[in-house]
Protein backbone atom coordinates (compact mmCIF):
# COMPACT_ATOMS: atom_id res chain seq x y z
CA UNK A 1 0.00 0.00 0.00
CA UNK A 2 1.45 3.71 -1.18
CA UNK A 3 2.55 5.70 2.13
CA UNK A 4 2.09 9.51 2.07
CA UNK A 5 5.93 10.01 1.40
CA UNK A 6 5.76 7.69 -1.90
CA UNK A 7 2.31 9.39 -3.22
CA UNK A 8 4.31 12.84 -2.47
CA UNK A 9 7.41 11.16 -4.14
CA UNK A 10 5.16 10.31 -7.61
CA UNK A 11 3.32 13.81 -7.35
CA UNK A 12 6.78 15.63 -7.58
CA UNK A 13 8.15 13.18 -10.42
CA UNK A 14 4.97 14.06 -12.11
CA UNK A 15 5.19 17.51 -11.69
CA UNK A 16 7.26 18.20 -14.36
CA UNK A 17 5.47 16.53 -17.12
CA UNK A 18 2.01 17.98 -15.97
CA UNK A 19 3.20 21.30 -15.92
CA UNK A 20 4.91 20.81 -19.48
CA UNK A 21 1.43 19.14 -21.16
CA UNK A 22 -0.48 22.25 -19.34
CA UNK A 23 2.41 24.72 -20.87
CA UNK A 24 2.24 22.97 -24.40
CA UNK A 25 -1.85 22.81 -24.30
CA UNK A 26 -2.38 25.89 -22.57
CA UNK A 27 -0.27 28.97 -24.13
CA UNK A 28 -1.62 28.39 -27.73
CA UNK A 29 -5.07 28.49 -26.35
CA UNK A 30 -4.01 31.48 -24.44
CA UNK A 31 -2.67 33.06 -27.25
CA UNK A 32 -5.84 32.19 -29.82
CA UNK A 33 -8.09 34.31 -27.15
CA UNK A 34 -5.78 37.01 -26.81
CA UNK A 35 -5.44 37.27 -30.66
CA UNK A 36 -8.87 37.06 -31.12
CA UNK A 37 -9.85 40.14 -29.66
CA UNK A 38 -7.48 41.93 -31.93
CA UNK A 39 -7.68 43.40 -35.29
CA UNK A 40 -4.34 41.74 -36.67
CA UNK A 41 -3.65 41.38 -40.21
CA UNK A 42 -0.02 41.25 -40.57
CA UNK A 43 0.17 41.47 -44.78
CA UNK A 44 -1.59 44.86 -44.46
CA UNK A 45 0.61 45.25 -41.37
CA UNK A 46 -2.55 45.97 -39.07
CA UNK A 47 -2.12 45.46 -35.25
CA UNK A 48 -5.08 47.15 -33.18
CA UNK A 49 -6.57 46.20 -29.72
CA UNK A 50 -9.66 46.03 -28.27
CA UNK A 51 -11.72 44.53 -30.71
CA UNK A 52 -13.48 42.80 -28.21
CA UNK A 53 -15.95 40.34 -29.62
CA UNK A 54 -16.16 41.67 -32.61
CA UNK A 55 -14.21 39.21 -34.67
CA UNK A 56 -16.97 36.50 -33.36
CA UNK A 57 -19.74 38.12 -34.36
CA UNK A 58 -18.23 38.87 -38.05
CA UNK A 59 -17.30 34.92 -38.17
CA UNK A 60 -20.19 33.98 -36.74
CA UNK A 61 -22.67 36.41 -38.93
CA UNK A 62 -20.40 35.47 -42.21
CA UNK A 63 -22.38 33.90 -45.06
CA UNK A 64 -19.72 31.30 -44.98
CA UNK A 65 -20.22 30.01 -41.07
CA UNK A 66 -23.91 28.33 -41.20
CA UNK A 67 -22.80 26.71 -44.40
CA UNK A 68 -19.55 25.56 -43.19
CA UNK A 69 -21.17 23.85 -39.68
CA UNK A 70 -23.98 21.54 -42.01
CA UNK A 71 -21.07 20.63 -43.95
CA UNK A 72 -19.00 19.68 -41.28
CA UNK A 73 -22.04 17.29 -39.78
CA UNK A 74 -22.50 16.32 -42.93
CA UNK A 75 -19.31 15.05 -43.48
CA UNK A 76 -18.73 13.32 -39.92
CA UNK A 77 -22.40 12.02 -40.19
CA UNK A 78 -21.47 10.03 -43.50
CA UNK A 79 -18.60 9.09 -42.18
CA UNK A 80 -19.94 7.40 -38.61
CA UNK A 81 -22.89 5.37 -40.90
CA UNK A 82 -20.28 3.95 -43.31
CA UNK A 83 -17.81 3.04 -40.76
CA UNK A 84 -20.10 1.57 -38.23
CA UNK A 85 -22.14 -0.10 -40.88
CA UNK A 86 -18.92 -1.22 -43.05
CA UNK A 87 -16.96 -2.41 -39.37
CA UNK A 88 -19.98 -4.29 -38.65
CA UNK A 89 -20.18 -6.04 -41.66
CA UNK A 90 -16.37 -6.94 -41.86
CA UNK A 91 -15.81 -7.58 -38.20
CA UNK A 92 -18.48 -10.27 -38.77
CA UNK A 93 -17.14 -11.58 -41.61
CA UNK A 94 -13.29 -11.95 -40.06
CA UNK A 95 -14.27 -13.77 -37.58
CA UNK A 96 -15.21 -16.30 -39.46
CA UNK A 97 -12.61 -19.21 -39.64
CA UNK A 98 -11.05 -18.45 -43.48
CA UNK A 99 -7.98 -19.14 -44.91
CA UNK A 100 -4.94 -16.69 -44.41
CA UNK A 101 -6.86 -15.38 -41.45
CA UNK A 102 -4.36 -13.03 -40.01
CA UNK A 103 -2.96 -11.67 -43.32
CA UNK A 104 -6.34 -10.38 -44.02
CA UNK A 105 -6.63 -8.94 -40.68
CA UNK A 106 -3.91 -7.03 -41.41
CA UNK A 107 -4.66 -6.43 -44.73
CA UNK A 108 -7.88 -4.74 -43.29
CA UNK A 109 -6.33 -2.91 -40.96
CA UNK A 110 -3.53 -1.23 -42.69
CA UNK A 111 -5.46 2.18 -43.93
CA UNK A 112 -5.72 2.99 -40.49
CA UNK A 113 -1.62 3.73 -40.83
CA UNK A 114 -1.74 5.62 -44.16
CA UNK A 115 -1.13 9.84 -43.52
CA UNK A 116 -4.47 11.50 -44.59
CA UNK A 117 -2.25 13.40 -47.19
CA UNK A 118 -1.17 10.42 -48.60
CA UNK A 119 -4.60 8.49 -48.69
CA UNK A 120 -6.03 11.71 -50.35
CA UNK A 121 -3.37 12.14 -53.13
CA UNK A 122 -4.10 8.26 -53.74
CA UNK A 123 -7.55 8.26 -53.81
CA UNK A 124 -7.26 11.87 -56.04
CA UNK A 125 -4.91 10.36 -58.77
CA UNK A 126 -4.98 6.64 -59.11
CA UNK A 127 -8.88 6.43 -58.34
CA UNK A 128 -11.12 9.42 -58.67
CA UNK A 129 -8.78 10.93 -62.26
CA UNK A 130 -11.48 11.22 -64.66
CA UNK A 131 -8.72 10.11 -67.27
CA UNK A 132 -6.77 7.72 -66.32
CA UNK A 133 -8.49 6.66 -62.78
CA UNK A 134 -9.89 3.42 -61.62
CA UNK A 135 -13.12 4.60 -61.58
CA UNK A 136 -12.97 6.09 -64.73
CA UNK A 137 -11.68 2.62 -66.48
CA UNK A 138 -14.53 0.89 -64.83
CA UNK A 139 -17.14 3.35 -66.17
CA UNK A 140 -15.44 2.68 -69.43
CA UNK A 141 -15.73 -1.32 -69.25
CA UNK A 142 -19.44 -0.78 -69.24
CA UNK A 143 -19.84 1.85 -71.26
CA UNK A 144 -20.98 4.57 -69.41
CA UNK A 145 -19.17 8.23 -69.29
CA UNK A 146 -16.39 8.62 -66.74
CA UNK A 147 -17.15 11.13 -64.01
CA UNK A 148 -15.26 13.55 -62.24
CA UNK A 149 -15.84 12.78 -58.89
CA UNK A 150 -13.95 15.27 -57.11
CA UNK A 151 -16.29 18.10 -58.87
CA UNK A 152 -19.30 16.49 -59.41
CA UNK A 153 -19.74 14.55 -56.20
CA UNK A 154 -17.48 16.55 -53.63
CA UNK A 155 -18.53 15.63 -50.49
CA UNK A 156 -18.99 12.13 -51.32
CA UNK A 157 -16.05 11.59 -52.74
CA UNK A 158 -14.15 13.43 -48.89
CA UNK A 159 -16.70 10.78 -47.19
CA UNK A 160 -15.81 7.71 -49.21
CA UNK A 161 -11.85 8.76 -48.44
CA UNK A 162 -12.06 9.37 -44.93
CA UNK A 163 -14.22 6.02 -44.15
CA UNK A 164 -11.60 4.05 -45.76
CA UNK A 165 -8.81 5.76 -43.35
CA UNK A 166 -11.47 5.10 -40.47
CA UNK A 167 -12.66 1.56 -41.37
CA UNK A 168 -9.97 -0.26 -39.99
CA UNK A 169 -10.23 1.73 -36.62
CA UNK A 170 -14.16 0.68 -36.04
CA UNK A 171 -13.35 -2.55 -37.69
CA UNK A 172 -11.09 -3.44 -34.99
CA UNK A 173 -13.05 -2.39 -31.81
CA UNK A 174 -16.28 -4.17 -33.35
CA UNK A 175 -14.18 -6.95 -34.12
CA UNK A 176 -12.84 -7.56 -30.27
CA UNK A 177 -16.38 -6.66 -29.09
CA UNK A 178 -17.76 -9.91 -31.47
CA UNK A 179 -14.69 -12.55 -30.20
CA UNK A 180 -15.55 -11.55 -26.66
CA UNK A 181 -19.40 -12.77 -27.09
CA UNK A 182 -20.28 -15.66 -25.39
CA UNK A 183 -20.16 -19.02 -27.94
CA UNK A 184 -22.11 -21.30 -26.17
CA UNK A 185 -25.30 -18.50 -26.32
CA UNK A 186 -24.70 -18.26 -29.97
CA UNK A 187 -24.63 -22.21 -30.02
CA UNK A 188 -27.59 -22.68 -27.53
CA UNK A 189 -29.62 -19.89 -29.89
CA UNK A 190 -28.83 -21.96 -33.07
CA UNK A 191 -29.73 -25.10 -31.53
CA UNK A 192 -33.08 -23.66 -30.50
CA UNK A 193 -33.47 -22.90 -34.23
CA UNK A 194 -32.79 -19.12 -34.33
CA UNK A 195 -31.37 -18.43 -37.93
CA UNK A 196 -28.21 -16.27 -38.56
CA UNK A 197 -30.03 -13.22 -38.75
CA UNK A 198 -32.26 -13.88 -35.85
CA UNK A 199 -28.81 -14.69 -33.78
CA UNK A 200 -27.27 -11.33 -35.06
CA UNK A 201 -30.30 -8.92 -34.41
CA UNK A 202 -31.00 -10.38 -30.68
CA UNK A 203 -27.19 -11.47 -29.78
CA UNK A 204 -24.63 -9.90 -31.75
CA UNK A 205 -26.11 -6.39 -32.56
CA UNK A 206 -27.21 -5.45 -28.61
CA UNK A 207 -23.61 -6.94 -27.32
CA UNK A 208 -21.58 -4.47 -29.72
CA UNK A 209 -23.73 -1.49 -28.24
CA UNK A 210 -21.13 -0.05 -26.09
CA UNK A 211 -18.51 -0.90 -28.55
CA UNK A 212 -20.51 1.34 -31.33
CA UNK A 213 -20.83 4.42 -29.28
CA UNK A 214 -17.34 4.04 -28.06
CA UNK A 215 -16.51 4.15 -31.71
CA UNK A 216 -19.00 7.08 -32.39
CA UNK A 217 -17.56 8.89 -29.83
CA UNK A 218 -13.52 8.93 -30.85
CA UNK A 219 -14.32 8.90 -34.42
CA UNK A 220 -16.05 12.32 -34.20
CA UNK A 221 -14.01 13.58 -31.98
CA UNK A 222 -11.64 13.76 -34.96
CA UNK A 223 -13.58 14.07 -37.82
CA UNK A 224 -14.61 17.50 -36.36
CA UNK A 225 -11.14 18.63 -37.51
CA UNK A 226 -10.46 17.06 -40.62
CA UNK A 227 -8.64 19.07 -43.42
CA UNK A 228 -5.81 17.60 -44.78
CA UNK A 229 -8.52 15.47 -47.19
CA UNK A 230 -9.79 18.42 -48.11
CA UNK A 231 -6.79 20.74 -48.46
CA UNK A 232 -5.61 17.97 -50.78
CA UNK A 233 -8.28 17.01 -52.90
CA UNK A 234 -11.13 19.89 -53.36
CA UNK A 235 -9.40 22.81 -51.48
CA UNK A 236 -12.74 24.36 -50.02
CA UNK A 237 -14.56 24.32 -53.29
CA UNK A 238 -17.85 22.81 -54.72
CA UNK A 239 -19.52 23.28 -50.96
CA UNK A 240 -16.51 20.74 -49.17
CA UNK A 241 -15.73 24.04 -46.73
CA UNK A 242 -16.10 22.82 -43.54
CA UNK A 243 -15.62 25.01 -39.94
CA UNK A 244 -11.62 24.07 -39.87
CA UNK A 245 -11.21 24.59 -43.20
CA UNK A 246 -13.21 28.25 -43.12
CA UNK A 247 -10.54 28.64 -40.13
CA UNK A 248 -7.60 28.33 -42.15
CA UNK A 249 -9.22 30.88 -45.11
CA UNK A 250 -9.61 33.03 -42.62
CA UNK A 251 -5.90 33.06 -41.14
CA UNK A 252 -3.83 32.03 -44.04
CA UNK A 253 -5.35 32.75 -47.29
CA UNK A 254 -6.98 36.37 -45.71
CA UNK A 255 -4.43 36.74 -43.14
CA UNK A 256 -6.56 38.09 -40.79
CA UNK A 257 -5.16 36.56 -37.65
CA UNK A 258 -8.02 37.71 -35.14
CA UNK A 259 -11.05 36.58 -37.38
CA UNK A 260 -9.30 33.10 -37.99
CA UNK A 261 -8.62 32.67 -34.05
CA UNK A 262 -11.73 33.79 -32.94
CA UNK A 263 -13.18 31.76 -35.90
CA UNK A 264 -10.83 28.47 -34.11
CA UNK A 265 -11.98 29.27 -30.38
CA UNK A 266 -15.75 28.90 -31.71
CA UNK A 267 -14.62 25.64 -33.42
CA UNK A 268 -13.21 24.44 -29.83
CA UNK A 269 -16.54 25.34 -28.14
CA UNK A 270 -18.54 23.74 -30.85
CA UNK A 271 -16.35 20.25 -31.04
CA UNK A 272 -16.32 20.66 -27.15
CA UNK A 273 -19.88 20.69 -26.96
CA UNK A 274 -20.78 17.75 -29.27
CA UNK A 275 -17.87 16.08 -26.87
CA UNK A 276 -20.03 16.14 -24.08
CA UNK A 277 -23.50 15.45 -25.44
CA UNK A 278 -21.56 12.13 -26.44
CA UNK A 279 -19.84 11.50 -23.78
CA UNK A 280 -23.38 11.58 -21.90
CA UNK A 281 -24.98 8.80 -24.61
CA UNK A 282 -21.66 7.10 -24.09
CA UNK A 283 -21.71 6.80 -20.07
CA UNK A 284 -25.42 5.87 -20.64
CA UNK A 285 -25.10 3.27 -23.02
CA UNK A 286 -22.08 1.95 -20.94
CA UNK A 287 -23.74 1.87 -17.56
CA UNK A 288 -26.41 0.27 -18.89
Known amino acids: ?103 VRILVIAPFFVMPTVSALVWKNMFMNPVNGLFAHLFKAFGLQPIDWLSQAPLFSIILIVSWQWLPFATLILLTAIQSLDSEQMEAAEMDGAGPLSRFYHMTLPHLARSITVVVLIQTIFLLSIFAEIYVTTGGAFGTRTLTYLVYQRVIESQNVGLGSAGGIIAVILANIVALVLMRVVGKNLDA
Open 1 to 103: MATQHSRSAARVMMAPAVFLLLVWMLVPLILTLWFSTLDYRPMRGTFDCCEGLGNYTRFVTSSAFLSSVVTTLQLVGGVLLITVIGGILLANLLDQPIWGQGV
